[in-house]
């Protein structure tokens, strides 16, 4: 068997991982041969294929990114399943492993109902998939943020400044919620619960009181109290969601005004997606690849991988487009009695 594989969506730390996972496991233990589509799913689309043999994948469990690239790209745009079949047929590849978020494996469970061959593999580095407990690349993502977080906290101190960090997470504050404990923030805005103004600024003032320099992190997901949706200023994305980022500017503004602390926003940004995956991702990228291609070998199409617990496991691809996996009232109250 050939199987073609393809990055899709956001890049996150790990999914060079899973690709060597995949091509060492499915090489030695069972003979298969591997291609890599170029750009995600314009490349499948298109026919934009690469060989990807062992040599290829020879030390890149430590890359950030994809060796393959990767697009927010709706392959309906370029032909859909039919383009598909005919890239396939081409390049002679018998299955598709399509690594990716909930776009991605939306569009692999279409391709699935279209008859088309397909395994999948869950990422994303804002952890929202309700199909896994946990997606590679969050762990590094919180892991940045964290290191980001320390280094403000010192500059703040200085000052004696409000220092605002805002950190990725669309619609679930995991990367917010986890990086702001480590750090020890005053304050966790998250996406999943509207706060006030005047809740935040209680927050602010009574670190600030305490001789701290108030640390506060904001998902770029959250929603100020009395606004009707998450800051965006930029446009849709490929898949017409609102493309977020700058609710950090705007929490940052507010403080200032209603506290006269001297306040400043960082936002992290794509920082958090980038350069070497922590070893916790290495490793679960690389078991999830080893265990895509068991399925593939297993026949088992219109499946992805899943960690419950410490196992990998298998679930249907439907299950990771049902529901996202939100931070829950008792993990976010949890958190917040440290706040302030
Ligand atoms: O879905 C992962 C994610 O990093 C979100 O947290 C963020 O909103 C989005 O991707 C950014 O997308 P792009 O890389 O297309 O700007």
């Known amino acids: 068997m050939r199987i073609g594989i393809a990055t899709g969506g956001g890049d996150c730390p790990g999914l060079n991982a899973v690709i060597r996972g995949a091509v060492l496991h499915g090489g030695e233990t069972y003979g298969l041969s591997f291609a890599g589509f170029l750009g995600g799913w314009r490349g499948v689309a298109l026919g934009d294929v690469t060989e990807v043999t062992r040599e290829d994948v020879r030390g890149i469990s430590k890359l950030g990114g994809t060796i393959l690239g ?21 390049h002679e590849i018998d299955a598709i492993l399509a690594i990716g978020g909930d776009g991605t494996l939306a569009v692999a469970q279409r391709l699935h109902d279209a008859g088309i061959r397909v395994i999948g593999v869950p990422k994303t580095v ?117 493309r977020l980022g700058g609710i950090g500017e705007r929490v940052a503004a507010v403080i200032a005004e209603h506290t006269n602390i001297e306040t400043r926003a960082s936002l992290l940004g794509h920082i958090q997606r980038g350069g070497v995956p922590t070893a916790f991702d290495r490793v679960l990228a690389t078991r999830f690849g080893m265990e895509a291609v068991n399925l593939a070998v297993g026949g088992n199409w219109g499946r992805m991988v899943s960690l419950r617990g410490t196992d990998v496991v298998d679930v249907p691809l439907t299950d990771a487009l049902n529901s996202s996996k939100v931070v829950s009232e008792a993990r976010y109250v949890e958190a917040s009695r440290l706040f302030g």
């Open 70 to 90: 990767t697009s927010r790209t709706n392959p309906w745009e370029f032909g859909g399943e039919d383009a598909v079949r005919n890239s396939m047929r081409e």
């Open 126 to 242: 804002d952890n929202d998939l309700n199909a896994t407990d946990m997606t590679f690349g969050f762990d590094t993502a919180v892991s940045i943020a964290t290191e980001a977080m320390d280094r403000l906290r010192t500059t703040g101190d200085s000052h004696g400044r409000c220092m605002v960090a805002e950190v990725m997470g669309r619609h679930a504050g995991w990367i917010a919620l986890h990086s702001g404990m480590a750090a020890g923030a005053h304050a966790i805005l998250i996406p999943e619960r509207r706060t006030s103004t005047e809740t935040i600024v209680d927050w602010v003032e009574s670190a600030r009181d305490r001789g701290r320099a108030p640390l506060v992190v904001v998902a770029e997901g959250f929603v100020l109290e009395g606004d009707e949706t998450a800051h965006s200023t930029k446009g849709n994305d490929a898949f017409g969601r609102p």
